[in-house]
C-alpha cells in the first residue's frame, strides 16, 4: 500500500472471506493520493458521502470522478484493476471490495436481476455510477464513524457490508427500506447531515445542541434521535471523535505544541486537552508525540 499520511487517514478493514472495506478521510486543505492492489476477481464499490475524488486507470489516462452522495461499481474480469484514488479536500470516501464469486454466492438465487451476474454478461466488464440513497448514507456513515468496541468490530462491519449490499440492489419500490421513519424525508437526512458539518466546522465554540437543533429547523429529539442513527452516535460524543482525532493529526504533523493544538480544538487549558486526549488513546498528548518520533 502507498499512501500519503500527513492528516489524512486511511483504514481498511478485513471483515468476512476476502472481503475489504476501505476508508479514506481527508480533513486536509490538499488533494491525497492513495493505492491499492486489486485483482480481476473483484467487483468494487465506491461511495463518495462528503466532497469529492477521482479514480485513475490505466496509468492515469483513464479517470472516473466521484463527487458527493454518489457511487461507482466497477468491475472487469479481464484485468486487474489496482485503485488510485485521489481525495479532494474534506472528503470522505468508503470503498467495498469483494470477490465476483462471493457476489454470485449471494444473488444465486436472483442472479437474473442483476444484469452483471446473468450467464450472458459473465466475463464481461461493469461500470455503473448512482446516487446514494439516504437508507445507504446512514450505513456509509456508521461504518466511517464506528465508535464500538475493538472486539466487534469484525462482526459489524461483516453485518453492516451486507447491509449495504443489499440496499444498493434493493428495489425501490419493493419495500420501505429505511429504518427510521423519521428519515424517510431526504430534508431530515439533509438537516441531520447540515447539523454535522456545523459543529465540525464549529468544534472549538460548538453551539448547544439547542441552538444546533434551531439552526437547522428540527426539533431537538428528532435532532438526537436522527444523528444517532445516521451516525451511531450522540452528537457531542460524535464531536469529541472528532476533535480527538483532529488533535492526533495536528500532533502527528509535528509543526504545533500540545498547547497550540489544545486551542484549536476548543479546550482552554492544557490539563484538560491532555486529560481528554488521555481517556481517548490511553496516553498523553506528549507520548504520542515522542513514540512518533522514536
Known amino acids: 500500500m ?3 499520511i500527513a492528516q489524512s ?11 475489504f472495506v476501505l476508508k479514506f478521510t481527508n480533513e486536509t486543505a490538499d488533494n491525497k493520493l492513495f493505492k491499492r492492489e486489486v485483482s480481476s476477481s473483484y467487483i468494487q464499490f465506491h461511495f463518495c458521502v462528503k466532497g469529492a475524488a477521482s479514480f485513475s486507470f490505466n496509468n492515469g489516462n483513464y479517470r472516473l470522478p466521484i ?4 457511487s461507482l461499481l466497477l468491475y472487469n474480469p479481464q484485468r486487474d484493476m489496482p485503485i488510485e484514488v485521489a481525495v479532494s479536500p474534506r472528503s470522505w470516501v468508503l470503498s467495498l471490495l469483494l470477490p465476483i464469486d462471493n457476489l454470485h454466492a449471494l444473488f444465486s438465487r436472483d442472479a437474473g436481476y442483476i444484469s452483471f451476474l446473468s450467464d450472458e454478461n459473465k466475463g464481461r466488464k461493469y461500470y455503473k455510477d448512482a446516487p446514494i440513497s439516504p437508507s445507504m448514507a446512514i450505513v456509509i456513515n456508521q461504518l466511517l464513524n464506528y465508535n464500538l468496541h475493538s472486539s466487534v468490530k469484525q462482526l459489524y462491519f461483516k453485518a453492516k457490508s451486507y447491509e449495504l449490499l443489499s440496499l444498493y440492489f434493493n428495489r425501490p419500490a419493493d419495500v420501505n427500506i429505511e429504518q427510521c421513519p423519521f428519515l424517510v424525508d431526504e430534508d431530515n437526512v439533509a438537516k441531520i447531515k447540515r447539523a454535522k458539518e456545523i459543529i465540525l466546522r464549529r468544534m472549538a465554540e460548538p453551539p448547544s445542541l439547542q441552538q444546533l437543533a434551531d439552526e437547522v429547523q428540527l426539533p431537538i429529539n428528532r435532532l438526537k434521535e436522527g444523528f444517532k442513527q445516521v451516525y451511531g452516535d450522540t452528537v457531542f460524543s460524535f464531536l469529541f471523535d472528532h476533535k480527538m482525532e ?3 493529526q495536528l500532533l502527528a504533523t509535528g509543526s504545533h505544541n500540545v498547547n497550540e493544538v489544545g486551542l484549536k480544538i476548543g479546550y482552554s487549558t492544557a490539563s484538560h486537552f491532555i486529560a481528554a486526549f488521555k481517556k481517548k488513546y490511553g496516553t498523553t498528548p506528549k507520548r504520542f508525540v515522542m513514540a512518533l518520533s522514536n
Open 2 to 4: 502507498e499512501k500519503s
Open 9 to 19: 487517514i486511511y483504514d481498511e478493514t478485513l471483515v468476512d472471506s476476502d472481503i
Open 67 to 70: 463527487s458527493d452522495e454518489t
Open 246 to 248: 483532529y488533535a492526533r
